[in-house]
T-cell receptor
Framework: DAKTTQPPSMDCAEGRAANLPCNHSTISGNEYVYWYRQIHSQGPQYIIHGLKNNETNEMASLIITEDRKSSTLILPHATLRDTAVYYCIVRVARYGGSQGNLIFGKGTKLSVKP | GAGVSQSPRYKVAKRGQDVALRCDPISGHVSLFWYQQALGQGPEFLTYFQNEAQLDKSGLPSDRFFAERPEGSVSTLKIQRTQQEDSAVYLC???????????????FGQGTRLTVV
């Protein structure tokens, strides 16, 4: 699976949009981009995923560049409860072997400040 | 709420002791994963079940680690002769479909924090 690169930390003011970047320059055509977050002392929480098109749900929006080499997770109105480590993961869509699991990096620690 | 449930939440074991960690996945979920998370690191894959079949155990760090899911629902991760380096949070996750498709999200439990003294 393709490797991802994320900044180790970011700050965001409460109520403002948080834009978390992720580089995945070696992504291939059949790999999905997933975002999870992990709030302190909890298990990772699924946020959103996409293949080619931009996606939006009740939690966030995912913007994937046309060449698919990078993406941005957008939390439109960050709150203090959004303080967490955010993981960007690329995941291949094929059967067989270990491709079913998620490979986590170190993620981005987002601190939302009042 | 019927999320993924793990027990115990905390476990302190003396070095050399055997431990068993339990995971109750979301009802009906076919895929189940175990991950190990050291302090300050992201979760690392241990093993993967599709129903009762253990399809991948490539992440288990040694033969002291053993996982089972005999009836395709509840799973147990067993660690024999625990060592200090086994201290970590052990996370269980389940998915409703075959995650090898690539387009299926996983739902995580809160984890079991194991401390070996």
């Amino acid at each position: 699976d393709a490797k991802t690169t994320q900044p180790p930390s970011m700050d965001c003011a409460e109520g403002r949009a948080a834009n978390l970047p992720c580089n995945h320059s070696t992504i291939s055509g059949n790999e999905y981009v997933y975002w999870y977050r992990q709030i302190h002392s909890q298990g990772p929480q699924y946020i959103i995923h996409g293949l080619k098109n931009n996606e939006t749900n009740e939690m966030a929006s995912l913007i994937i560049t046309e060449d698919r080499k990078s993406s941005t997770l957008i939390l439109p109105h960050a709150t203090l409860r959004d303080t967490a480590v955010y993981y960007c993961i690329v995941r291949v869509a094929r059967y067989g072997g270990s491709q079913g699991n998620l490979i986590f990096g170190k993620g981005t620690k987002l601190s939302v400040k009042p | 709420g019927a999320g993924v449930s793990q027990s115990p939440r905390y476990k302190v074991a003396k070095r050399g002791q055997d431990v068993a960690l339990r995971c109750d996945p979301i009802s009906g979920h076919v895929s189940l994963f175990w991950y190990q998370q050291a302090l300050g690191q992201g979760p690392e894959f241990l093993t993967y079940f599709q129903n009762e079949a253990q399809l991948d155990k490539s992440g288990l760090p040694s033969d002291r680690f053993f996982a089972e899911r005999p009836e395709g629902s509840v799973s147990t991760l067993k660690i024999q002769r625990t060592q200090q380096e086994d201290s970590a949070v052990y996370l269980c996750a389940s998915s409703p479909r075959d995650t090898r498709r690539g387009d299926t999200e996983a739902f995580f439990g809160q984890g079991t924090r194991l401390t070996v003294v």
